[in-house]
């Protein structure tokens, strides 16, 4: 690997980033070959869409959620929280075992069927982003009698 010594910041960030996302699809993969997930309906759309998520987040060098990382994102998503929320968010994810959240358990939170909070938020964020279910095509065609 070349380092990354002479190469401006952007492109260092862009080749970090790069990186991130390799791992994470590394990590998808073990997901998508693992028994335990076999019966989850959809997964590699899930995978895909979970990576993009994380991916939004501000990771830090190892490619991980850490408590800044979270905060913006909650600020990002109008659910601004405390530090000691935030905390507890990280604990929920991790069971306490890190102070930074790894790709590896965000995808068993939002796979799992424990609601942590960061779980909720995402879900619900994500539902309020999506487009309101209208119909397709032309509004259907109305006579002067249907008028109210």
Known sequence: MPSNKNTQGGKAFGFLKEQQRQK??????EYLEDQKYRDEEDLAEKLESLKNKYAEFDLNDQGEIDMMGLKRMMEKLGVP???LELKKMIVEVTGGSSNTI?????VKMMLGKRSAVLKLVLIFEDKANASPCKPEGPPPKRDIASLP
Not at 24 to 29: F, G, T
């Open 81 to 83: 929280k405390t530090h």
């Open 102 to 106: 790894n790709y590896r358990d965000f």
């Open 24 to 29: 994470l699809e590394e990590i998808n993969q």
